[in-house]
């Protein structure tokens, strides 16, 4: 199993630009996540899911939209890119247990966005 | 709103001594405390978790005491080790929510 994966690795925009943000599982887990972490700052949540078809908002949503098409994949879509969206971006994806017992957060290996 | 707090934001420790990192929480009906070590260019992982229901956990080297009518946790590390040098991220969630807050992470340095 691949676990949690995101692409691309690494990005440059120029602010105003548009980019899509992929993130992976397939671990079959119910809940996918996105979070931008800044130094200091730790981890703020963006945008989280916890099913198909299904989104809500987190500490920081301004600025992001998001989409739940598959389980399998959670889409971080930056519409008009600012400098202060210089981050890194890290996915998530958990499983909700038997009596939505919460359980262990899998993260990917991160985006580092940069826009100029 | 909710709101994790963690301290200190940096710690300095000489091998072989122990690490101890703090965090409060403001959600009273918080009952799962996880910690996440992130290493220097990696992501995040699982280290140890606790629930409400007990007062401290152990695993090897790193423990976890649970204090709920202060609403606060702490990570414990003994005889730290080279390896240890990461940042730290406390957590605190309901079960029946779907996300978790994180603390703002200690970043711990093992002076040899």
């Known amino acids: 199993n691949a676990g949690v994966t995101q692409t691309p690795k690494f990005r440059v925009l120029k602010t105003g630009q548009s980019m899509t943000l992929l993130c992976a599982q397939d671990?079959?887990?119910?809940?996918m996540y996105w979070y931008r972490q800044d130094p200091g700052m730790g981890l703020r949540l963006i945008h989280y899911s916890v099913g198909e078809g299904t989104t809500a908002k987190g500490e920081v949503p301004d600025g992001y939209n998001v989409s739940r098409l598959k389980k399998q994949n959670f889409l971080l879509g930056l519409e008009s890119a600012a400098p202060s969206q210089t981050s890194v971006y890290f996915c998530?994806?958990?499983?909700?247990?038997?009596?939505?017992?919460?359980?262990?957060?899998?993260f990917g290996p991160g985006t580092r966005l940069t826009v100029l | 709103g909710e709101n994790v707090e963690q301290h200190p934001s940096t710690l300095s420790v000489q091998e072989g001594d122990s690490a101890v990192i703090k965090c409060t929480y403001s959600?009273?009906?918080?009952?799962?405390f996880p910690w996440y070590k992130q290493e220097l260019g990696k992501r995040p992982q699982l280290i140890i978790d606790i629930r409400s229901n007990v007062g401290e956990k152990k695993d090897q080297r790193i423990a976890v005491t649970l204090n709920k009518t202060a609403k606060h946790f702490s990570l414990h590390i003994t005889e730290t080790q080279p390896e240890d040098s990461a940042v730290y991220f406390c957590a605190a969630s309901r079960s029946s929510a779907s996300k978790i807050i994180f603390g703002s992470g200690t970043r711990l340095s093992i002076r040899p």
């Open positions: 959600d009273s009906a918080s009952n799962y």
């Open positions: 671990m079959n887990h119910e809940y």
């Open positions: 998530a994806s958990s499983y909700s247990g038997p009596s939505g017992i919460y359980n262990e957060q899998f």
